[in-house]
């Protein structure tokens, strides 16, 4: 890519020449005067470098000449631009420059500054051109015409730019605005003209304005704000140019709105953010499993040997509940992590919602539930439970955040991705179904909302409650490709919005399956990495009659199954293992048997990985920590496949 150096110091020419040069693709540096070029060309080499004649302090001239003594800028291709070439002869071998441009009008030089640029691939720095490029459009008698004409140029390409562009005196009274500023500014030009430039600005960025307008006068450079203000709820960057002559003083702002791409960078830290914690979390929730499978093995070998009369088995008993509430809780962990859809079907979310809110207001009679649930609502694919689970978390914040009663409105709607604009993420094109849950509680602050989605965060005390609820939603709706946000004010309730894929599929009803503890025979192969896991994994599978062989990685895996391929009637095999994982396990083992029984298990849950080696023809799932009546069943499910 070529690197173009413009040295102008009039800032419109500088757009010009940036705007032409960098639509074909160059590298384009600029530079106000001669010694800012200077500047530049301490750690700059550029292949052409266009020079104005006319400029303050030191001219053109003279750094034509300053540049030609610099051994590194011999083979630089020179270009000069000329405002005044009808009437000023230059002498081009004399300034070591390769050709001259008249500056003429905008469309005309375009065509000289281009025809320059790609014969300077072919010339290098060798001959000096002698003729002033575009001098047939400038005439000596009209100069004064030809300025007029220029000036119209600069003023149509001003009120094309995209960038907002006002000229204020010093005193920041707004004396110019082209239509671009006043789209940005949301003010009619009548009412900006004659306003004051720092009174557009809300009284947290009124300081920085202030700060580069006194910089830009006290030093005559262009001034620009290290962060974006806010200007009319757009984000904007402010360049600030003191412009001064024999006329008059002003100074140049531009604005540029740089709103999208803050959005963009918001969603893309947000998004990172996510997907770290959710990474942790799924971590958490995989190894907490593996221990909670340990005590439930345990627990369930415990209670085939005692009698219901005895003094330990309520003991028991009570130590399996919590056992089951520890697995509901890394649930949530999982779901935060987007790892937690079990069952997925085509769901009814009106006939969801509102059983849901039934269940939770008898329970809540303190609180009165609206429900405006649309009638030619859609069906969504998602697993049931899950989304209950959503919606009683969702239910329960509310409730907290209405102590003394209040009301719950429940909304449902169709739309599409064209309704959901303004976002922090970029919605999947198609058909969505929209439930808002609005309460009419305390509300939030920015700060909690900032952080509502984060697991372990919560505004309630001590021992009250584990800040995963909100967490586990995001992460739900998130694995079910949908979107969730929240809208709230101190002291004006609070707005959930869940958007949720169409399923083109009909609703189904779900069947909870009567899972009974089942006897069998055969020899099964057992892989996991966790020592106590297999270790009473083992004993579970012989309580049940089973032979077991067992290996505690893929590679062992592999070897046992090898040499006893025709012994072997199942498989129960750990997922997550270093070094041979139990996806690449499941594929070598297809290879020498391609009719081999398998049988996942995990601390994750069925999403995502799992699913890729069910599709690839594996038998079946299991979660940890699992009992041995789900595990039984599991086996004979298994089993009973042809």
Not at 63 to 80: F, G
Not at 206 to 216: G, P, S, Y
Not at 291 to 306: A, E
Not at 386 to 408: R, S
Request: aromatic residues 6%; proline residues 2%.
């Amino acid at each position: 890519m070529k690197k173009i150096l413009v040295v102008d110091d009039h800032q419109l020419v500088l757009e010009f020449m940036t705007n032409l040069l960098t639509k074909q693709g160059y590298q384009v540096l600029t530079a106000q005067d001669s010694l800012f070029a200077l500047d530049i060309l301490k750690t700059e080499t550029p292949d052409i470098i266009f020079v104005d004649l006319i400029m303050p302090n030191v001219s053109g001239n003279k750094l034509c000449q300053i540049i030609r003594m610099i051994p590194r800028l011999n083979d630089v291709y020179l270009v000069i631009l000329s405002a005044v070439a009808a009437e000023q002869e230059a002498n081009l071998t004399e300034l070591g420059a390769n050709a001259c441009i008249a500056k003429g009008p905008f469309d005309k030089m375009a065509q000289h500054v281009l025809a320059v640029v790609d014969r300077s691939d072919l010339e290098g720095s060798r001959g000096f051109e002698k003729e002033i490029i575009g001098l047939e459009d400038v005439y000596p008698r009209h100069i004064t015409k030809e300025l007029l004409s220029i000036k119209k140029h600069f003023e149509a390409i001003l009120e094309s730019m995209s960038e907002g562009i006002l000229e204020i005196t010093h005193e920041a009274t707004i004396v110019y605005v082209n239509p671009s500023a006043i789209s940005l500014i949301g003010t009619a030009e009548e009412k900006l003209l004659g306003s004051n430039f720092i009174d557009l600005f809300g009284e947290a960025d009124r300081q920085e304005i202030h700060h580069l307008l006194d910089a830009a006068i006290r030093t005559q450079e262009t001034t620009a704000s290290d962060a974006p203000v806010t200007l009319n709820d757009k984000v904007v960057l402010v360049s600030i140019s003191s412009v001064e002559d024999e006329e008059h003083e002003s100074m140049m702002i531009i604005l540029n709105d740089v709103t999208e791409k803050k959005r963009m960078e918001d969603q893309l830290r947000q998004a990172h953010k996510m997907e770290t914690i959710g990474t942790l979390a799924g971590g958490i929730a995989h190894g907490f499993n593996n221990l909670l499978m340990g005590i439930q093995g345990n627990i369930s070998l415990m209670l085939m040997d005692i009698d219901s009369t005895h003094d330990h088995y309520e003991r028991l008993k009570n130590i399996e509940k919590q056992v089951q509430s520890g697995a509901r809780l890394t649930s949530h962990l999982l779901g935060y992590a987007r790892k937690g859809r079990y069952e997925v079907k085509p769901v009814d979310l009106n006939q969801l919602a509102e059983e849901t809110s039934g269940t939770f207001g008898r329970t809540r009679k303190e609180i009165t539930i609206h429900r405006e649930l649309a009638e030619d609502l859609f069906a969504i694919e998602a697993d049931r439970w899950q989304i209950e689970q959503v919606l009683l978390n969702l239910f329960v914040n509310a409730a907290d955040a209405m102590p003394g009663g209040g009301d719950l409105i429940l909304k449902t709607m169709n739309m599409t991705h064209n309704d959901m604009k303004g976002k922090l993420y970029d919605p999947k094109p198609g058909s969505y179904v929209l439930l808002t849950v609005t309460d009419t509680g305390v509300g939030m602050d920015k700060e909690t909302m900032e952080r509502i989605f984060d697991p372990f965060f919560t505004t309630k005390e001590m021992g009250r409650g584990t800040g995963l609820g909100l967490a586990s939603a995001y992460g739900i709706i998130k694995s079910h490709g949908g979107y969730i946000d929240v809208e709230s004010k101190k002291g004006h309730g609070t707005t959930f919005s869940i958007y949720l894929p169409v399923s083109e599929k009909k609703f189904e009803e779900a069947v909870k399956a009567d899972k009974q503890f089942i006897k069998g025979t055969g020899n099964i192969l057992l892989v996991d990495d966790e020592d106590d896991v297999l270790e009473i994994g083992k004993e579970l599978l012989e309580v049940m009659g089973y032979r077991v062989l067992t290996a505690k990685d893929g590679e062992g895996a592999i070897e046992v199954y090898g040499k006893n391929r025709d012994d072997i009637d199942f498989v129960l095999l750990d997922m997550i293992m270093p070094g041979m994982g139990g996806g690449e396990t499941y594929d070598k083992m297809k290879e020498i048997n391609p009719d081999v029984k398998v049988l996942l298990s995990s601390g994750y849950s069925i999403d995502g990985q799992a699913t890729d080696i069910l599709e690839r023809g594996c038998d079946g799932f299991i979660q940890k920590p699992f009992t041995m009546k789900e595990l039984s069943q599991s086996i004979r499910d298994v089993m009973g496949k042809q």
